[in-house]
């Protein structure tokens, strides 16, 4: 859906919807980690410590990504704003494939 989204942003060229599309897409990400991490606990029968581990690693890796996309917004700890100008630069610079 976010890949969807991205490309009907790009055509219409506008560079904020792209950013919070990426930012929906990180976060999604993120919550799938800790969607998984809930999995193996459920799915392996983890008690004691083994499953105090790997729940500690899945919410912390979610609260890091949400305040990482937080702070983002102000200093571009993940991703940096970025136009659709300079990204299309950027492929263009980009050596061509050949074979075709």
């Excluded at 060229?13 to 999995?39: E, G, P």
């Amino acid at each position: 859906m976010s890949d969807i989204l991205w490309g009907i942003f790009a055509e219409l060229k506008c560079s904020r919807l792209l950013y919070a599309d990426t930012l929906l897409f990180f976060l999604a990400m993120a919550l799938s980690i800790y969607a998984w991490t809930l999995f193996i606990v459920a799915y392996m029968k983890l008690d004691g410590a083994p499953r105090g581990r790997v729940l500690w690693t899945g919410r912390n890796m979610l609260a890091y990504f949400c305040d990482a996309l937080v702070v983002n917004g102000f200093t571009g700890v993940l991703l940096k704003p970025i136009t659709l100008e300079k990204l299309q630069k950027l492929f263009a610079d980009l050596p061509k494939i050949s074979g075709r």
